[in-house]
């Protein structure tokens, strides 16, 4: 009866051991930010960017959300954006079709589907890969 129960015991250690490596190599929000923009160069921060031509968008928990278009990101750090989690739903309301400086964007959590609030949107600093010479 003792082997089995030790073997039942290795097992789940086993089995916990990658789950813990792997919280242990997540990186903190601005590393995980710098990670992603690596060999990109940032440029002229705009007011507005083409809303259909967001083809996806990233959250970094409590620091930017990250819009992709084309081969560029666009990286805008929210007022409020300790309020962003990466496992929420953004929400985002517009008169036109650009996304602006002045315009908010809703947190959805996507677990209980419940509001968890909003953020005020800053201006958009373009990052692109550098072009080798």
């Given at each position: 009866?003792?082997?089995?129960?030790?073997t039942?015991?290795?097992?789940?250690?086993l089995?916990?051991?990658?789950?813990?490596?792997?919280?242990?190599?997540?990186?903190?929000?601005?590393?995980?930010?710098?990670?992603?923009?690596?060999?990109?160069?940032?440029?002229?921060?705009?007011?507005?960017?083409?809303?259909?031509?967001?083809t996806?968008?990233?959250?970094?928990?409590?620091?930017?959300?990250?819009?992709?278009?084309?081969?560029?990101?666009?990286?805008?750090?929210?007022?409020?954006?300790?309020?962003?989690?990466?496992?929420?739903?953004?929400?985002?309301?517009t008169?036109?079709?650009?996304?602006?400086s002045?315009?908010?964007?809703q947190?959805?959590?996507?677990?209980?589907?419940?509001?968890?609030?909003?953020?005020?949107?800053?201006?958009?600093?373009?990052?692109?890969?550098?072009?080798?010479?």
């Amino acid at each position: 009866m003792r082997p089995i129960i030790l073997t039942i015991l290795s097992a789940a250690v086993l089995a916990a051991a990658p789950a813990a490596a792997s919280a242990r190599e997540k990186l903190a929000p601005e590393d995980q930010l710098a990670k992603l923009l690596k060999d990109r160069v940032a440029g002229e921060p705009q007011n507005c960017i083409t809303l259909s031509s967001v083809t996806s968008s990233q959250v970094i928990d409590k620091t930017a959300i990250v819009y992709k278009i084309g081969g560029t990101y666009w990286v805008n750090r929210p007022k409020g954006a300790e309020s962003l989690d990466d496992d929420d739903v953004l929400v985002t309301k517009t008169t036109g079709s650009q996304l602006c400086s002045i315009d908010t964007v809703q947190l959805h959590d996507r677990s209980s589907h419940f509001w968890t609030g909003f953020v005020s949107l800053g201006e958009f600093v373009p990052y692109r890969k550098v072009k080798a010479e």
